[in-house]
């Protein structure tokens, strides 16, 4: 059993640690309370090879594995979840997805954009009344001969106005129940395609989040993905690698927070020394840490499944759960080490609180995984 990161990875995750320090602090208190991204990063990480790590490098991807993925997406989403929902997005679930079962006129002509950041792409498949029961589609797809008429409403969807070509899942018979869901690229400047209002959001502020609503959406048959009745499939199969990614996102956070905590341990006096002699202090710090290893350890399991070819349902599963759940324990205490200024914006520690808790909800809830994860030990 090699622990070992290879050169290669030890290099991507500087790359995205300097580009984090760089590019992406400056401004993250503002972006956060002005709730917006500027256009020019989302093309610098384009630049960088941020937003197609993982798709083939014959449509611009970086043929990478997994593994160099999540160790991006920590270093980035310990100074900003936002900026890594979006890369996390745009690489697991739109990328991958078109590059796993698009056909080669779909490649061409939407994913080698997509890897670039010439475009970017969302992933549309909650509504209002299917978050978590995903077969429960109340999106229309009618089948008119050579193309489909998309009626219905998306909500919460990562991108929603940054976007520029939207995989959307729809029911196209809705007597098959999830074997009558179809998944298809739909183009922002396309009739019948309207941006709903931006959602107030708790945490991932700098990240747009809106409804979509399509009326009467023109979508022609060679932009459906797959074979007939093959959208369910496509969702849960990409969300199952997205699991790993947002998995990475969480402890990102966990970790930026926890380092944040340390350092501010060391320096703040009280009762005559530093904080971080006190044992009130120094056992949270060690809890922490184990439980950011603990959650790094099933984070790279689920990386090293999905690049060695094998099941990644449960280990993704797992990793999101238990990654998950040390954002949110570690940011909480991240703010109780800092104390009164835990509670202020200057300090960052409230932010990554707050981002914490969408890691628990999007992908897939934690009682989500709890059902992949249950299923799965329990089919035996
Ligand atoms: N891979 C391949 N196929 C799968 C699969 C997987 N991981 N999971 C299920 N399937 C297949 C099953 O085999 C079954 O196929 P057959 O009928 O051919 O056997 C079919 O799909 C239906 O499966 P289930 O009966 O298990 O379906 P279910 O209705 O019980 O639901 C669920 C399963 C796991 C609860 C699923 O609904 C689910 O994952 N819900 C959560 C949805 C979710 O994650 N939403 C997130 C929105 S996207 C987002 O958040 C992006 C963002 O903005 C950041």
Not at 320 to 339: F, N, P, W, Y
Request: aromatic content about 8%; hydrophobic content about 35%.
């Amino acid at each position: 059993m090699d622990f070992k990161l290879t050169e290669e990875h030890i290099m991507i995750r500087d790359a995205a640690r300097d580009f984090a320090k760089t590019e992406l602090l400056p401004g993250v208190i503002e972006r956060d309370e002005k709730q917006e991204f500027p256009k020019e990063l989302i093309k610098k990480m384009g630049d960088l090879g941020f937003l197609g790590m993982m798709a083939s490098p014959e449509y611009g991807g970086g043929g990478m594995d997994t593994i160099s993925y999540v160790l991006a997406m920590e270093e980035l989403s310990k100074i900003d979840a936002s900026a890594s929902v979006m890369v996390s997005v745009n690489n697991s679930l739109v990328c991958w997805g078109l590059d796993t079962f698009g056909t080669e006129e779909q490649k061409k002509k939407y994913l080698s954009k997509l890897t670039t950041g010439e475009k970017l792409g969302a992933f549309c498949l909650s509504e209002p009344e299917a978050g978590s029961d995903a077969t429960s589609q109340r999106t229309t797809a009618i089948d008119k001969g050579d193309h489909y008429i998309l009626n219905g409403t998306k909500n919460w969807i990562t991108n929603g106005s940054s976007a520029d070509y939207y995989l959307v899942i729809a029911q196209t018979d809705k007597e098959k129940k999830h074997k009558g869901i179809n998944a298809f690229i739909v183009e922002k400047e396309w009739e019948g395609f309207e941006i709903g209002p931006k959602e107030q959001k708790l945490g991932i502020r700098g990240s747009d989040t809106h409804s979509l609503n399509f009326n009467d959406v023109k979508v022609p048959k060679e932009n459906r993905i797959g074979e007939d009745g093959f959208g369910f499939k496509f969702a849960m199969k990409t969300l199952s690698g997205g699991r790993i990614g947002i998995a990475a996102q969480a402890l990102g956070i966990a970790s930026g927070a926890y380092e944040l905590a340390k350092d501010y341990s060391k320096q703040r006096k009280a009762f005559g020394t530093e904080i971080c002699n006190h044992q009130a202090i120094a056992f949270k710090l060690a809890d922490m840490h184990t439980q950011i290893e603990a959650a790094r350890h099933m984070v790279m399991k689920a990386a090293w499944d999905k690049d060695q070819g094998q099941n990644y349902d449960l280990s993704g599963a797992m990793a999101k759960l238990h990654a998950s759940q040390t954002a949110m324990d570690v940011t909480v205490e991240a703010v109780q080490v800092h104390g009164g200024n835990g509670y202020v914006k200057e300090y960052h520690v409230e932010r990554l609180m707050r981002d914490a808790k969408i890691t628990q909800i999007y992908e897939g809830t934690s009682e989500i995984q709890k059902i992949v994860i249950s299923r799965s030990i329990l089919k035996d």
